[in-house]
């Protein structure tokens, strides 16, 4: 016990920077450290942490160090809803955690995707929906996520991405050598669901990729379905209609054998009928809008 504890402080005298590492709050009411992301994560250092209360964040979010930028409330309380601007809802390098978000709205015309650009980082339990890319001439990269270098990206739900695009999904460069695990890849609106580019070597397990507009897998990635957990199946959102991306109790992304979970949110209502799904909380939440 004595031993480890001198192990201990001698690591953080080694190593200041493990100490030294704070947790920055963002709050809109002025009660956090700041009312809007960048203006946290502009300030924080490398180990940092900026932790998001949950709210409606109409921002392009630029993480340049190595960070954890997490949500207080899980991502269908917290939201970055890219504004009009041209860019990505979100763009992360080397070793940045963004985890427990909706990224939505992002439009991106140079910068790889609409959703988030993730270059070396960690992008998990993330609701990637409705967001674009194209090219001036040739068609973009990726409507939902782009990716480079090493990282993670691990149970988010990638859904409605598109416009002009090779990968209505996940983009993966050349040299990509990540895992892709227990995600939800479906009903992308254009491109691929997901694609490689010659030289990409991910790792896909657990994954469902479904239902996009231009096939599932495309370029090196070969077809993964039926590999390594890999799934391609309807995964059964309680009310994909009016935005419920919930997952019913029938789902095969709920309890996949040797995988559990796939996706960001979870299970919303218990099994019902076809007739009774028509009262579903996304469509009361309609009404009351």
């Known amino acids: ?10 690591a953080l005298l080694f190593f200041p920077g493990i100490s030294d590492a704070r947790t920055w709050l963002v709050r809109q009411d002025g009660s956090g450290d700041c009312t809007t ?20 964040y109409p921002e392009h979010v630029l993480v340049q160090l190595r960070v954890i930028l997490v949500s207080e409330g899980g991502a269908l309380a ?22 427990g978000f909706t990224l939505r709205d992002g439009h991106s015309g140079n910068p790889p995707a609409g959703g988030a650009d993730i270059m070396g980082g960690t992008l998990r339990d993330c609701l990637v929906i409705e967001n674009t890319s194209y090219g001036y001439e040739d068609p973009g990269y990726a409507g ?25 999904g ?50 090196a990635c070969g077809d993964q ?6 799934i391609s ?14 997952l019913h109790a029938d ?8 995988c559990g979970l796939m996706g960001a949110l979870g299970q919303g209502y218990p099994a019902t009928s076809v007739e009774e799904r028509s009262t579903t909380w996304g469509r009361i939440k309609v009404m009351f809008r």
């Open 251 to 258: 789902s095969p992304c709920l309890d996949a054998p040797g």
């Open 233 to 246: 199946l309807d995964p059964l959102f309680c009310d994909p209609e009016n935005g419920d991306y919930t």
């Open 37 to 56: 992301i960048q203006a946290c994560c502009d300030s924080a250092s490398w180990d940092d942490t900026v932790l998001v209360s949950p709210g409606v």
């Open 1 to 10: 016990m004595r031993l480890g504890l001198v192990f201990l402080v001698g």
């Open 78 to 99: 917290t939201i970055i809803a890219a504004p009009t601007v041209s860019g990505p809802a979100v763009r992360a390098h080397v070793n940045t955690v963004v985890e």
């Open 170 to 219: 996940i983009y993966c460069f050349s040299g990509f050598s990540g895992q892709i695990v227990r995600n939800i890849v479906v009903s992308n609106t254009s491109g691929y669901g997901i694609y490689c580019e010659a030289g990409a070597n991910p790792t896909f397990v657990c994954n469902d990729v479904w239902g996009n507009a231009g096939g599932e897998y495309g370029g």
């Open 144 to 168: 939902g996520v782009a990716v480079l270098g090493s990282g993670l990206i691990e149970g988010n739900t990638i859904v409605s991405n598109g416009n002009y695009v090779i990968a209505g």
């Open 225 to 230: 379905t039926g590999l390594n957990g890999n």
